[in-house]
């Protein structure tokens, strides 16, 4: 197929938590995956890495003020605290967007092999405004991750979402899925559901994970449940549809049940009591408090919604145009 869109602008959007064992490592990599690709002319001399420092505690902030300082290939965002993977990786895009042709988003820690790059860009430069990563295996992950990642995956297509099984947020957008992506403000973000719904032209390349390069996982199980929640309440209305449907098929199973002991009164038996009533009144207590649940959780969402709340918070902004670009403008 013909590159009509052949060496555009590549910023890579990397969001950034605790990670400063990693860092040195990462933009040492990236810079140099950046500079093999703009010498074999497969993007633009311009393109860019932009760190987003989601609020770190550690020495994150001054490694890449450090990095920003010494090389203009680096940019970096600084929030006013933690925000959470999904806002790092939405502000480094929004930040991206009057600046490049394609952004791709990918972590720091250097699990997701930055090799893959090519392949993304060259769906790109076919014509692909969307570029999903997905996993060749989750190998790297351990038993309850791997459990649980199933699990939802599962559980999201049952509910007939649209999320692909493995995507992480290794993926690029081309400058019109970001303008399209701007135009959504909800605040429970969940972009691996969310950009799939945009729509356009779309492809997959599939990457190999590898173990993280230093440090730990900064995606806590806290973190983890409520990304989870935040995918499933904001893709889809099917629970409360679930509970309805549970409450019709639980009423007809007690009409049936009504009509059942009044005839065993008439008929002069006794209605076996005790234990009856209590295994009754406390399924129907568990129902009803989970089903209270599922719905609060909706109504908070609601409440959060309306609140319209800025989802990130900036800082400091370190912004320096290349210094290649300088060049290239006169
Ligand atoms: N991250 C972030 N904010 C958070 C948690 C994680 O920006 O609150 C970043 C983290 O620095 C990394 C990426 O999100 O670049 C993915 O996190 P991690 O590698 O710890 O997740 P895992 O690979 O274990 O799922
Ligand atoms: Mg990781």
Not at 57 to 67: G, M, P, R, V
Not at 125 to 132: A, D, S
Not at 267 to 289: A, C, E
Request: charged share 25%.
């Amino acid at each position: 197929m013909e590159n009509k869109r052949a060496g555009g602008i590549l910023y890579l959007v990397v969001p950034c938590y605790n990670e400063e064992e990693v860092l040195p490592h990462t933009a040492e990599v990236m810079r140099d995956k950046l500079r093999r690709m703009t010498i074999q002319n497969i993007i633009s001399v311009k393109s860019k890495i932009i760190f987003v420092n989601d609020g770190s505690s550690d020495k994150t902030w001054k490694i890449i003020s450090d990095l920003c300082r010494c090389d203009s290939i680096f940019s970096g965002l600084c929030f006013s605290r933690n925000y959470g993977h999904q806002s790092a990786i939405l502000a480094g895009m929004m930040a991206a967007r009057e600046h490049a042709d394609m952004v791709v988003t990918i972590d720091a820690d250097l699990q997701q092999d930055i090799e893959a790059l090519d392949k993304f860009v060259k769906c790109y430069q076919e014509g692909c405004e969307i570029v999903y990563g997905v996993r060749n295996d989750r190998d790297t992950d351990g038993l309850f991750k791997k459990l649980s990642a199933n699990m939802f995956y599962k559980f999201m297509h049952l509910l007939g979402c649209n999320v692909m099984s493995n995507h992480a947020d290794y993926r690029l957008l081309s400058k019109r899925a970001l303008d399209a992506l701007a135009e959504y403000r909800e605040v429970n973000l969940f972009l691996r559901g969310l950009i799939p719904t945009m729509g356009f032209q779309s492809d997959v390349v599939y990457f190999d994970v590898k173990k993280r390069e230093a440090g730990q996982s900064k995606y806590t199980l806290r973190k983890m449940m409520t990304l989870a929640t935040n995918g499933i309440t904001s893709m889809s209305t099917r629970p409360i549809q679930i509970i309805t449907v549970l409450g019709f098929l639980v009423s007809l199973f007690s009409f049936a049940m009504i009509i059942y002991c009044i005839v065993d009164w008439f008929s002069g038996r006794n209605v076996p009591g005790y234990t009856t009533s209590l295994v009754v009144s406390l399924l129907m207590g568990g129902l009803t408090i989970f089903s209270l649940g599922i719905v609060g959780e909706y109504i908070g969402k609601i409440y959060l919604e309306t609140k319209a709340r800025p989802r990130y918070i900036i800082e400091s902004i370190i912004w320096k145009e290349a210094e290649t670009n300088k060049q290239e403008e006169k």
